[in-house]
């Protein structure tokens, strides 16, 4: 009898130690299921937070945008507007065809209402409500979304219908009651709990399998929330691209219109002009009420809706300004081409500023004073420049080829400022002579030189390269950088100064004295037009235009 009991005590042992194990077995799978379901849930919120601070930077971007043209390029457009807002526009077939886009007085009343109430937020000394203001811009912008309820103290910004939707809390709108335009994107919050030891096994990982299934559901709702917040990112930065490549030509023609409305102006009340306008004239203000067309659609278009969600109204709204751009970008080149003058016949206009769809150029029409400073040096430099390359090779023509060509390279060659225009006439011109002296001073190692004119020819058919990709297409002439007129002076220059020795070279054979003679005759006026290459290429193209 001993031995049976013995043996059903050991049997009892194993199967406690078995049921011992087989719990701490489950407990760990729910403990590691449970861990899972955290580390999905932290990864999907973290996700969110990001995709959702981007969206909330891209929206600020585009707001601070409109910002910008709205206290620039459409200040001076509706100052210009003012003056001649009574006129009666004639039909013509410029009008016509840019209709569709050309602003009226209505909705420059609207313009100015829009920018008067965003001038009110942004100066408020709220920094809250100046950053609700700017996504309340960006992500509508129409008027009737603003309801104007900004308060005395400028605690915040009311954004009306997009703004009852939802507010995102982050560093930027740290103002407690700001409210902004996207929907209300949360985590959903979840309660997450270790395992507990007054819970059987089994109870445990049931509780773990549910916080799981919990995890996902909640992932999968960030995950949407995820992919609304990059759309908005995606779609704050294409309208913000195009607001800003707009603008290039919008600020252009504002100020061409700023100059060409105050001379009307003026000579309306001296009696010199009376209601009726230059074909010139009317093809500008057509096409600065186009601009400004284009622009109020980008300002005004909502991209989001009540519940922060992308409209389709926004998507349409960006495809027709965006297939407008090539044709709007081709007659701001043509009315940038004219010369407006007043009765008298004197240039009124004042715009020498380039453009081109690159939004990272600057434009100003007026000389700053870094483009001042810049030109003042040039000439300082130019002759560090020149007294280095005489203390090195001994030779005062170079020195003076070296002092024309340093101070051209940077100095501005596009200046409205008399005094640099003329000092950039004169280096040109110097660097002609100096070439001129240089090619007779070569002359007779030159001459008869077989040898000369193939280097020669060679060189030339480098320098003939590089000038065409030098200055490309003529259509891009009025937004070539200053160095780079530079650069076509200076290979131009180079490429008759090669093809002068060929000449020199095959003449050599004859005479010496007859090659240097006759080459030198033919380089001086060759080598000017050479060296005012750029201005010779402006003027064949404004000509062209013109006809």
Request: aromatic share 8%; with cysteine.
């Amino acid at each position: 009898m001993p031995l049976p009991l013995f043996l059903l005590g050991g049997l009892a042992a194993a199967v406690g130690i078995g049921g011992h194990i087989d719990a701490k077995e489950t407990n760990e799978k729910a403990q590691k299921l449970s861990n899972d379901a955290q580390t999905l849930y932290n990864n999907a919120k973290y996700s969110l937070e990001s995709a959702k601070n981007r969206s909330e930077s891209s929206l600020k971007a585009l707001g601070t945008t409109k910002k910008t043209v709205m206290e620039t390029s459409v200040k001076q457009f509706l100052r210009a507007y003012d003056r001649i807002k009574d006129f009666k526009f004639s039909n013509t077939v410029e009008s016509n065809e840019l209709s569709k886009l050309m602003v009226n007085n209505n909705s420059v009343l609207q313009l100015q209402q829009m920018t008067d109430i965003y001038e009110s937020a942004f100066s408020s000394g709220a920094t809250g409500a100046a950053t609700g203001a700017l996504i309340a811009l960006a992500a509508s912008g129409s008027l009737p979304i603003v309801t104007g309820t900004l308060s005395i103290a400028g605690s915040a910004l009311a954004a009306g219908e997009i703004g009852a939707a939802a507010s995102i809390a982050g560093s930027a709108l740290s103002f407690g009651a700001a409210m902004t335009p996207l929907a209300a994107v949360a985590a959903p919050v979840i309660l997450f709990t270790g395992i507990s030891s007054s819970l059987k096994a089994d109870e445990n990982l049931e509780k773990a399998r549910r916080t799981y299934s919990e995890a996902e559901a909640a992932a999968e709702k960030m995950k949407i929330s995820e992919t609304l917040c990059n759309s908005i990112s995606q779609k704050s930065g294409m309208f913000n691209s195009l607001l800003t490549e707009l603008n290039v030509m919008f600020s252009a023609s504002a100020m061409l219109m700023d100059d060409v409305t105050r001379n009307i102006e003026k000579e309306r009340a001296s009696g010199q002009r009376d209601n009726v306008f230059k074909k010139e004239e009317i093809e500008l203000i057509a096409v600065s009420r186009a601009l400004c067309g284009a622009v109020k659609t980008i300002l005004d278009t909502p991209i989001l809706d009540s519940k922060g969600n992308i409209t389709e109204e926004s998507q349409k709204a960006y495809d027709n300004v965006r297939q407008s751009l090539p044709d709007l970008s081709q007659r701001m080149e043509r009315v940038r081409s004219y010369k407006y003058t007043n009765h008298k016949g004197k240039v009124i206009t004042k715009d020498k500023r380039t453009y081109s769809g690159s939004p990272s150029i600057q434009y100003d029409a007026s000389p700053s004073l870094p483009t001042t400073t810049r030109n003042v040096f040039s000439v300082i430099i130019g002759l560090i420049a020149a007294s280095v390359s005489y203390n090195i090779w001994d030779n005062s023509l170079l020195s003076f080829i070296v002092f024309s060509a340093a101070s051209l390279l940077i100095i501005d060659n596009n200046s409205d400022i008399r005094l640099f225009r003329a000092i950039k006439n004169i280096l040109c011109i110097s660097l002609c002579n100096e070439s001129t002296l240089w090619l007779k001073a070569i002359a007779d190692k030159t001459a008869g030189h077989f040898g000369s004119a193939v280097l020669s020819f060679i060189l030339g058919i480098i320098l003939l390269m590089v000038f065409g990709a030098v200055s490309g297409s003529t259509k891009h002439l009025p937004s070539m950088p200053s160095t780079r007129i530079s650069a076509m002076r200076f290979s131009a220059l180079l490429l008759v100064f090669f093809a002068a020795k060929i000449v020199i070279s095959l003449l050599g054979f004859v005479s010496v004295t007859f090659a240097t003679v006759v080459t030198l005759i033919l380089f001086v006026p060759v080598s000017l037009i050479a060296v005012f290459i750029y201005e010779v290429l402006i003027t064949s193209e404004y000509q062209s235009k013109k006809q």
